[in-house]
């Protein structure tokens, strides 16, 4: 079945680094790739969303480029914010987008 | 517009008691998830249903999880017989047509 691979846990960063968070999927279908970012007590809220026409999605300075031929989605933004210390999710759905797949999780937290 | 609104936050059980979660989902929303998020997980779906249909439980374990949505519209979950392996926070989310899902902030259950 489908299935999607986050390799870092934890992720740790000064305020003002750039940051990457891995993502890699496994798909028979040409999925749509998703990133959900959870902040602590809070619901699990979508930040991005890739496109079929292979424009790149961008929110709150986030950004993620679709690469097929690697099958990843890597999330990235050129300077962090301690506000964006937060629980981030890949996610894999097909083109119907009924089920969503999560990899594990990855816990960026940004300091002074 | 309101949230997903899930109850009871938390719940703390015994091995062997049951428990029910309640799900009100966005109004109009006609799909409806149970996710199960274990600590240090993704969540993982276990459910859903389209008005009051469930389309894809494979993953709920039959013999002691259980999930309705009667109306179409509000869900409940129930574990008959609760191991300590449940414990998660139990997600609920909901979806229309061209709509991204929206999650609810869970019930965290702790079974001891």
């Known amino acids: 079945g489908d299935s999607v691979t986050q390799t870092e846990g934890l992720v740790t960063l000064t305020e003002g680094l750039p940051v990457m968070l891995n993502c890699t999927y496994q798909s028979t279908y040409s999925p749509f790739l998703f990133w959900y970012v959870q902040h602590l007590n809070e619901a699990p809220k979508l930040l991005l969303k890739s496109f079929t026409d292979n424009k790149r999605p961008e929110h709150q300075g986030f950004h993620a480029t679709l690469h097929k031929s690697s099958s990843s989605f890597h999330l990235q933004k050129s300077s962090a914010q301690l506000s964006d210390s937060a629980l981030y999710y890949c996610a894999s759905a097909t083109s119907s987008g009924q089920k969503l797949v999560f990899g594990q999780g990855t816990i960026l937290k940004v300091y002074l | 517009e309101a949230g997903v609104t899930q109850s009871p936050r938390y719940a703390v059980l015994q091995e062997g008691q049951a428990v029910s979660f309640w799900c009100d989902p966005i109004s109009g929303h006609d799909t409806l998830y149970w996710y199960q998020q274990p600590r240090d997980q993704g969540p993982q779906l276990l459910v859903y249903f389209r008005d009051e249909a469930v389309i894809d439980n494979s993953q709920l374990p039959s013999d002691r999880f259980s999930a309705v949505r009667p109306k179409g519209t509000n869900s409940t979950l129930k574990i008959q017989s609760a191991k300590q392996g449940d414990t998660a926070t139990y997600l609920c989310?909901?979806?229309?047509?061209?709509?991204?899902?929206?999650f609810g902030k869970g019930t965290r259950l702790t079974v001891v």
């Open positions: 989310a909901s979806k229309t047509a061209n709509t991204e899902v929206f």
